[in-house]
């Protein structure tokens, strides 16, 4: 930008306040400006000084400075003067001498007073104090008799102070003052100094005229025609600006609500579960076996109250024990063992959303049926980069006549695609629940990443439910996913609560 560019853009307050620095000597404090007049608030001051220091034409350094005021000790030496210089005063009424006696008797001055003014009569080189018998004297010096006719040092900075509170003093003029107690307060303020720049300097030297200047354009400016005569100051595009951080969705609600555009668009309905589940529902309908690892402790998070969960139809329960104890009509052979009720019964929090889709499918056994659930799921995990003990699930089934294990390499091809990932693939995999069972990576930096199981729900599943056409099943993990898709190398960062993080993570398509 030219300098005349730069002037053009300049604001009124702006060319002022470059024109009065230029007059300061090129620097000047913000109490400074304000004292030489052509700005009415400090504000006005700051507002200018931080525009022009964002165009460069001004520095602002910050400086931490003392000021002094009186105390109430203080104050007393305005109204009576130092006691030092009173007792000076008395002596030399009474022939430049007196005994410590004599002042105490006769001088009106109280003992206190009379001790501290002794001290520094006797530093200040005021008087001379003897001892002649038992008595103490005290002897006007010369310094003293000059002093007593003119102010001190100390008494010329207590009248300053008093005129001028709040003011700067020389540290090693005060330091007398400070010394006695009460006389002196302190306080820490913040001094803004503002400086022209080079660029600053140049920009003044080019010319700067002052002319009202309309900075905003209003209904009242066009109807009288005002715009036509003053000067409409020009747009600076490239000014500085403070970010605005809006209220924002948390990544994590951002996903999932991508996660649910995408399935309800293709003709997903969405469901919910309990957190709380009994083993009964999370487990034993879905043909885990009781003695499976999953069940256990170092793996399933159980609650102890309630510590039961009753399964209330007492005729599915017969019908799941059967099932699993010799396959009853699904022709399985089931697990071969004895089923335990006391087990079913067990109360967890849910270790997977399917608890969610299986008990859709036992109040709704009649195809077809498409749903989804995106929730949270609880296991005993150890917390790592890439562990987390309390995480989401994408659920779904697809239930109708004919579906097969092709469409659901197409489905889950289609979502993944949707979400931005085009290489995926399938591996075999075991689920109690599915055959047969896969499970879904993607490539993502060169790497592949598991993100879910998947499969066909087993007759020893679906038929104890009353679902005779096969039942398309997924579960996939919503964390992994949001850690590719806002490039985490910690999933933990999903969770904690670090704004500046928040600010400005994004999301990667
Ligand atoms: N429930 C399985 C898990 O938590 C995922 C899955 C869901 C597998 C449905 C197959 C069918 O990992």
Same mark, same amino acid.
């Given at each position: 930008?030219?300098?005349?560019?730069?002037?053009?853009?300049?604001?009124?307050?702006?060319? #002022?306040?470059?024109?009065?620095?230029?007059?300061?000597?090129?620097?000047?404090?913000?109490?400074?400006?304000?004292?030489?007049?052509?700005?009415?608030?400090?504000?006005?001051?700051?507002?200018?000084?931080?525009? @022009?220091?964002?165009?460069?034409?001004?520095?602002?350094?910050?400086?931490? $400075?003392?000021?002094?005021?009186?105390?109430?000790?203080?104050?007393?030496?305005?109204?009576?003067? =130092?006691?030092?210089?009173?007792?000076?005063?008395?002596?030399?009424?009474?022939?430049?001498?007196?005994?410590?006696?004599?002042?105490?008797?006769?001088?009106?001055?109280?003992?206190?007073?009379?001790?501290?003014?002794?001290?520094?009569?006797?530093?200040?080189?005021?008087?001379?104090?003897?001892?002649?018998?038992?008595?103490?004297?005290?002897?006007?010096?010369?310094?003293?008799?000059?002093?007593?006719?003119?102010?001190?040092?100390?008494?010329?900075?207590?009248?300053?102070?008093?005129?001028?509170?709040?003011?700067?003093?020389?540290?090693?003029?005060?330091?007398?003052?400070?010394?006695?107690?009460?006389?002196? $307060?302190?306080?820490?303020?913040?001094?803004?100094?503002?400086?022209?720049?080079?660029?600053?300097?140049?920009?003044?030297?080019?010319?700067?005229?002052?002319?009202?200047?309309?900075?905003?354009?209003?209904?009242?400016?066009?109807?009288?025609?005002?715009?036509?005569?003053?000067?409409? &100051?020009?747009?600076?595009?490239?000014?500085?600006?403070?970010?605005?951080?809006?209220? #924002?969705?948390?990544?994590?609600?951002?996903?999932?609500?991508?996660?649910?555009?995408?399935? @309800?668009?293709?003709?997903?309905?969405?469901?919910?579960?309990?957190?709380?589940?009994?083993?009964?529902?999370?487990?034993?309908? =879905?043909?885990?076996?009781?003695?499976?690892?999953?069940?256990?402790?170092?793996?399933?998070?159980?609650?102890?109250?309630?510590?039961?969960?009753?399964?209330?139809?007492?005729?599915? @329960? #017969?019908?799941?024990?059967?099932?699993?104890?010799?396959?009853?009509?699904?022709?399985?052979?089931?697990?071969?063992?004895?089923?335990?009720?006391?087990?079913?019964?067990?109360?967890? @929090?849910?270790?997977?959303?399917?608890?969610?889709?299986?008990?859709?499918?036992?109040?709704?056994?009649?195809?077809?049926?498409?749903?989804?659930?995106?929730?949270?799921?609880?296991?005993?995990?150890? =917390?790592?980069?890439?562990? =987390?003990?309390?995480? +989401?699930?994408?659920?779904?089934?697809?239930?109708? &006549?004919?579906?097969?294990?092709?469409?659901?390499?197409?489905?889950?091809?289609?979502? +993944?695609? &949707?979400?931005?990932?085009?290489?995926?693939?399938?591996?075999?995999?075991?689920?109690?629940?599915?055959?047969?069972?896969?499970?879904?990576?993607?490539?993502?930096?060169?790497?592949?990443?598991?993100?879910?199981?998947?499969?066909?729900?087993?007759?020893?599943?679906?038929?104890?439910?009353?679902?005779?056409?096969?039942?398309?099943?997924?579960?996939?993990?919503?964390?992994?996913?949001?850690?590719?898709?806002?490039?985490?190398?910690?999933? &933990?960062?999903?969770?904690?609560?670090?704004?500046?993080?928040?600010?400005?993570?994004?999301?990667?398509?």
């Amino acid at each position: 930008m030219s300098l005349n560019e730069i002037v053009d853009k300049l604001s009124l307050n702006e060319k #002022k306040l470059l024109l009065l620095l230029e007059r300061l000597g090129g620097e000047a404090s913000i109490e400074e400006i304000l004292k030489s007049g052509g700005f009415r608030q400090q504000v006005e001051i700051m507002n200018a000084s931080s525009w @022009l220091k964002s165009k460069k034409l001004v520095e602002i350094n910050e400086l931490t $400075k003392t000021f002094y005021s009186l105390d109430k000790e203080g104050l007393q030496f305005i109204k009576k003067g =130092l006691p030092e210089k009173r007792v000076l005063l008395f002596l030399l009424k009474n022939q430049g001498c007196a005994t410590l006696d004599e002042i105490k008797r006769k001088s009106g001055i109280s003992s206190s007073e009379i001790s501290i003014a002794i001290g520094w009569l006797r530093k200040k080189g005021w008087a001379d104090i003897s001892k002649e018998k038992d008595k103490v004297v005290i002897k006007v010096t010369e310094r003293g008799k000059k002093v007593a006719k003119t102010k001190d040092e100390d008494e010329k900075i207590l009248e300053y102070l008093y005129k001028n509170p709040d003011s700067e003093v020389e540290e090693s003029r005060i330091n007398n003052l400070k010394s006695r107690k009460n006389v002196i $307060k302190s306080k820490l303020a913040k001094v803004y100094i503002i400086r022209l720049t080079e660029t600053g300097k140049k920009v003044v030297k080019s010319g700067i005229r002052i002319e009202e200047e309309i900075s905003q354009i209003t209904s009242k400016i066009i109807k009288d025609g005002s715009w036509r005569r003053a000067k409409i &100051r020009a747009y600076d595009i490239h000014a500085f600006v403070p970010s605005v951080y809006g209220g #924002k969705q948390h990544p994590l609600t951002f996903l999932i609500e991508k996660i649910r555009k995408i399935f @309800l668009s293709m003709g997903f309905e969405e469901i919910e579960g309990n957190f709380v589940e009994s083993c009964f529902w999370n487990m034993d309908v =879905l043909f885990i076996p009781q003695d499976h690892p999953a069940r256990d402790m170092q793996d399933t998070l159980y609650c102890k109250k309630p510590s039961k969960i009753k399964v209330e139809d007492r005729e599915l @329960l #017969k019908r799941i024990a059967d099932v699993h104890e010799n396959g009853a009509d699904t022709g399985s052979i089931g697990w071969r063992y004895r089923f335990s009720k006391d087990e079913c019964e067990k109360v967890l @929090l849910r270790t997977h959303t399917t608890v969610n889709t299986i008990r859709y499918l036992y109040s709704n056994p009649e195809p077809p049926c498409k749903v989804f659930s995106i929730g949270r799921v609880f296991r005993r995990e150890n =917390l790592d980069s890439t562990h =987390l003990p309390e995480f +989401y699930q994408i659920e779904g089934i697809v239930h109708e &006549r004919g579906a097969n294990f092709r469409q659901l390499i197409g489905l889950l091809k289609e979502f +993944y695609r &949707r979400m931005g990932f085009e290489r995926i693939r399938f591996r075999p995999a075991y689920f109690p629940y599915t055959e047969p069972s896969m499970e879904v990576e993607v490539f993502w930096n060169g790497k592949w990443m598991e993100l879910g199981g998947s499969g066909i729900f087993r007759p020893e599943v679906t038929l104890p439910a009353g679902v005779k056409e096969p039942v398309l099943a997924w579960g996939l993990g919503l964390e992994r996913l949001a850690m590719l898709k806002f490039g985490l190398k910690d999933i &933990r960062n999903l969770y904690i609560a670090d704004l500046e993080w928040l600010k400005n993570v994004g999301f990667k398509v």
